[in-house]
């Protein structure tokens, strides 16, 4: 065969090839259109569609378009589409747990808090706001494994991946947030974080985890180091705003303790400024007389610039205070020896603090670094210690405080006792704030543990400056929040048959003697640090800047006076010729600005330092490639955490996360062992290099909810529409909790009732007698109102939500009864009787404040909202009861109430603001009976102003208040009667004689007023502890409409009251030979007359008559 | 990708499996082409690779597929370094081309195929390197691997066969055999089987790997590393031996160049049409030179071995970012001044003008230029005097340069790696201040 015949190959095998690559082709075809046909979400939606709609309804890929809720794809922002609901069909439907049924599992569950998001009422509707702006992921896929679920643990990451191909995909930069962290997001619009507190509207805390985070960080204070700045330059507002106020107070104390050129007014100006940091006013007034004086140039440079410091306005500065307390007087409470020791290890001293464990943290370091830290970080401590009490500013003890004068001083007839301060600590209400080991049940955390205090304050100076302390916390530390408690000599409660002149003690005394009577063991002597430590760290620090043989001539002769004036640093300390004692300050020095200190306390010369960690502003977005991990994975295949990752499931979720390099797991490891990241790098890092985070005190549950906050942090709300942006009165709302917060007063005060859900037969349920009532009393139910409170759900129950306040037992407890309903074995059924603060529609039937308590079974009580605040209140009740019950006053067990803290529910509507404002910057006693006073809080008049909008807004009154306006009444004012009040009141006018008849029924000491009321200089008989409000103060104190109602019903506005009803609202009206006319014209008169008592009065005085006397004499 | 041990076991060990199951099959083929000449020693001999091969996807089936030892594995990471690949390669190709009759053999071939698979099959069961090869960009550099052996294989069989039959006296085979080819049937058949198949294989691609898209890219944050498209790796591995205008502009404009050139240089009617070596020994090594071992190679360092901070990493190393490598970089000037004369650099005094400053710096930089000058002007006359003789007589002395510039340039970037590995050399001439780095 010649070459050009012949074919190369065969026809036949070539004709088999294709037909066999043909079909392979075709078969791949319809495994590509089939795998295309085949989309998980069909089945899911086909399920549904066949088992809760009717079928029929054809498939469809679900989609909310959402075109001002974009998502940053960082060259542009792109209109977000959420097709989540494709899968998740049921998620805005109720769904069967409504009815008690178990829910439908994933993907068809309803969102379990549809009265917040999803459904169409709420705050948050699907159709919205879609679902990715809360949970993240990509809402654009219709594939599980695509739309960047993440799982909450281990468990279900193994799930996933066997029953969806789950994998984890790097690539989306918005994963999914796992369920545990939910809440997070949250922040991006509600960056007040306050107005996710329960509210009326929502019971339900919408946030727990979230708020705990919050407040965790607040009272920890992760912001002296980590700045969480929450406003952009533009004024923009990025997300919670948590810095520290500007440090103006402590600068202008250090200019005054420093520059011994200022004058005497201008040092009292400056101590001005430190109780009022955030007034402008006086720090320009400052500024402005040191230049007239022309001093500037008479100042140090560190003068100067705090001046300067002093002049700088902020744009919107922070507001947080340091939560560690002052160190600018250390030396007058503290030695040497607690210091040492509770700078080394504050858990050693008190299990519970917040301060944080900064050194020892050496679980990561290994064979020489452990050693090496443990050698220096023993200097740094003593050098601290040594710095500390060598920069502290002298204080002037036992100087004279308001109120006490040496004359009262030597009224104090009885000595110091221990036992009388046990008790004063609980009565005084030290313990809504502070706990102590004593009284296991109070739980108040705004301030110390004060159990062994008398460790800590182990010299009679500290003792001293405790008692002055106490006198006046803010006369030592301006920006404490702890109040002065206004403790004043009291007399000793006198026996039956004891005579002669009262025996007066001294609380505070009792107090400092009970405090600093428990000490336990004393703290350890510590190791004074050997000189070669000591060279070794400086050399460590010096060697920053200078050559080893230069750092090592400094430490020998001292930096030379004419090298000491170039340097403005901490390297002063080191002006030859060198000491131990330099050296010591100088790595005080070093180490306060290394490790912080300052983030948290006032520490002399650190005014103008900045915070030392990374800013948190937007760490909820940063990225994971940012965050130094190490080899952090090897440590904890070590440490036994990787084996532990096996059995808990939380562990496991966070081993998961920094073995994927996320987040979540760098911030749970950071919080648990912050320095841990060093591991296996101390030895290329200097020691002064190491990571320095300081360990809290923090449970796991504790951490996550820090991490929850901290991840929520992202700076970057959507469009502005969809911030939340409350009214004025939500505003109010949110920035008075702030102020509430940050003083504790809802530790004594009950803000919010309790508020139980229950369930009942309507059928066998006892409605009240309908009494008689004033009209104007009578509450306000629709006929709907009272028709839906008949609803029954498909069991035949009707419910019914109540507010108020359980029946306590005389141990503070809520109250069991023995029901007439019985169980099956015979017993009786417990039963709760519960006040009502609010009207009610149960069964149909409108319910009163003041009126019978509702008795409910506990099988009826579905649901038990804890009221917001009282803690101390409750603490306290049962000491109140038994006080009053010993001092001979026979009260129900509720009226022990009226000795407590009162309940600020409905303020707004109960006092003048003006008073209030009053009031809460001094405090002035108004219920005689009450066992402890409200103490006086350094509040800024911009705090003020907020608790005053707060009680305004939350009693739905509005501001600014006018008497004759909010009142309803008509107050005594010339035009109402036709003359001058203060003119020569018509004998015969009816308005004056009426007056005067009111004055009769409340001067009656038999059976009105004047009973038991206080009124000007008279006193009505017995101990004060059965004394009533002084009713000359009722004008300037409450609002016209107020005491209308009081006076009507007291029960009806505050169930605990002993106040008897006067005018009874039907039969026969009293007193009518004092005042005469029905109850509703005797209320009317009375207040008038209480409203317009000043007015009164000066109407009863001539000045001219006077002036005519005084001329006869 | 952050998977933990037993799930990668678990995602590998299908794939594994029928990757095993399908070299058994393709052993088994070989059996049976075997067979059917009568071969009976290669039937046995690859009827039991094939039953080796069928125990491991039962192995990988059960869970348990064929690893390297984790010695073996250091070994291997401990071995490699940019230098070692790249000479080991150099060492590779030498070897192969020494004995190229030998490793023609189909089933020479066919063994080294066999190691390869099963090399290839042990590695894969290691995360790091499954992780780095099943990357689906990656996937194409893989599958380039495998197809560049057998096109390399293919092309050289065919050189050997016909440097035989000249040799021989007797004309190519190409020339002997091919003069006509029908269109129909063989070709269209040819051509709808290739374009079915492709079709096929892209399809089946495609439901089986992600598309390899990343996320949104972000101006704030490069990625770690930022690797090139797989075809411009290469040139991004360059950039480690010389300044980015010298490898990002220059270089590759003189490759297009040089390629566009070679038509013009090189009228050799020698080898047009057919496969040979012998024939064109020059051309041939000077492509398979540049092609394998400065193309491809950089591609699959780049792509392989190539990680985070641009470092080098074992096929078998995590890619961990933390790794540091100490790097020294030491110009030549410093050598010159430093080293050898044990002076400092000269240095440009202040207020000297444009001129005084550039002859500073050309004093400087002054060996660094002798040694330019030598390579490129002093080096192509003593070779056309000596290696490149014959070229210079038959090319003229146009053409001779260009050529040989050309040759001396490729030539430069093996020699300058060489230098970078050997003394930490970063650059000959080193004038920053007029962004020249050579």
Known sequence: MRPSERTHHNVKRLRAVFAVSTLVLLAVTVWMLAADHRREWKDYQRTYRDRVESPGRPLEIEQINLSELTVDYHFCRVARADRCTTCHQGVAVGGPDAAGQPRWPQPWMSHPRLDLYVGPNSPHPMADFGCTICHDGQGSATEFRFASHSPNDMRQRSDWRKRHGWFRNDDWDYPMLARRFAQSRCLQCHADVTDLEPSRRFPDPPAPKLLAGYHLVRQHGCFGCHEIKGVAASGERLGPDMRLEPNCGAAALQLAATES????????????????????????????????????????????????????????????????????????????????????????????????RLFGLDEHLEGPARERASRLEAVEVEALAEFLLDASQPVKLEAGWPGQSAAVARNVTEPPSAERGRRLLLTQGCLACHKHDDYPQATGTQGPDLSRLGAKYASDRAARWLADWLRDPARHAPRTRMPNSLLEPTALARGANESGPSKMFDPVADLVAYLLGSAGPPAEASHEPSEANLDELILAHLSKRYSREQAEEILRRGLSPEEGEAVLDDRRELIGPMSRKKKLRYLGRRTIAKRG????????????????????SDWGRKGPTLLAFGRIEELLAEDGTADRAETDPDVGFYHDAIHGRRREGFVWQKLRAPRSFDYGQAREKGFNEWLRMGRFTLSPDEREAVATFVLGLVAGPPASKYVYQPGAAG????????VLDRYACAECHVLEMDRWQFEYDPDRFESPRPGDEFVFLQPQFSREQLKASMQTDLRGFAHAEVAGMPRLAPDGRPAVFEGDEEDTEGEPLPMHAFSLWQPATIAGQPWTVGGADVLLYDYQIRKQYAPWGGAAARLLYPAALADARASGVNLFDQQAWGRLPPPLVGQGAKVRPDWLADFLVDPQPIRPAAMLRMPKYTLSTDEVGKLIRFFAARSRVRLPYTRLGAAGVSPVLPNRHGQDARGTPGENSGATRRFDQA??????????????????????????????????????????????????????????TPMPVNFPPSGDPLGQDLLPGSSTQQIEAVVELLIGYDDYLRSRTSTRKRIEETDHK | MDLYGREFLETIVPFLTAYYALACAANLGAVVYCARRKRFFWTCVWLGV????????????????????????????????????????????????????????????????????????????????????????????VAMVFLLGFFTWLGTAQAVQNDRRLAGGLPPREKEFCDKVLAWPDVVYLELIGLVVATTVLIVWSLLLRAPLQGPADPALTPNPSKAPWYFVGLQEMLVYFDPWLSGVTLPVLIVLGLMAIPYLDFSPKGSGYYTIRQRRFAYLTFQFGFLQLWILLILIGTFMRGPNWGFFGLYEARDPDTVVTLHNIKLSEYFWTVLLGRDLPQVAAGSGVLGELAVILWREVAGLVLVVLYFVVLPIVLAKTVFRRFYRQMGKGRYTIMVLLFLMMIMLPVKMILHWTLHLSYIVSIPEYLLNF
Not at chain 2, 86 to 99: C, D, H, R
Request: hydrophobic share 45%; aromatic share 8%.
């Open chain 2, 50 to 141: 094939a039953v080796g091969f069928a125990v491991l996807a039962g192995r990988s089936w059960l869970g348990q597929p064929l690893m390297l030892s984790e010695a073996m594995k250091h070994s291997i990471d401990n071995w490699m370094s940019p230098a070692s690949v790249m000479v080991g390669f150099f060492i590779f190709l030498v070897v192969v081309y020494l004995g190229r009759a030998f490793f023609v053999r189909p089933a020479v071939a066919w063994t080294g195929l066999n190691a390869a698979l099963l090399f290839f099959g042990a590695s894969l069961a290691d995360p790091h390197f499954a992780r780095i090869v099943a990357k689906p960009d990656n996937v194409p550099i």
């Open chain 1, 597 to 616: 200190c300052y983030g948290c306390h006032d520490i002399p010369g650190f005014e103008l330092s900045r915070p030392i960690g990374p800013a948190l």
């Open chain 1, 261 to 356: 050129s200022l004058t005497e007014r201008q040092r009292t100006l400056a101590r001005r400024i430190a109780g009022r940091p955030d007034d402008p006013a006086l720090r320009r007034r400052l500024v402005e007389s040191i230049d007239a004086e022309e001093l500037r140039s008479r100042l140090s440079p560190r003068g100067m610039a705090l001046v300067d410091y002093l002049s700088a306005e902020a744009e919107a500065p922070g507001t947080m205070r340091k939560v560690g307390p002052s160190l600018r007087d250390v030396a007058a409470r503290l030695d040497r020896r607690f210091l040492v020791s509770w700078i080394g290890e504050p858990v050693g001293f008190r299990p519970e603090t917040r301060m944080p």
């Open chain 1, 731 to 738: 505003r109010a709302i949110v920035e008075g909790r702030k």
């Open chain 1, 999 to 1056: 004055m009769r029924l409340i001067t009656d000491r038999k059976m009105f007023c004047a009973k038991c009321h206080v009124i000007g200089d008279y006193r009505p008989g017995g101990t004060a502890t059965k004394m009533a409000p002084d009713l000359e103060n009722v004008g300037r104190r409450l609002r016209g409409e107020y005491v209308r109602r009081w006076l009507a019903h007291p029960r009806a506005t505050l169930p605990y």
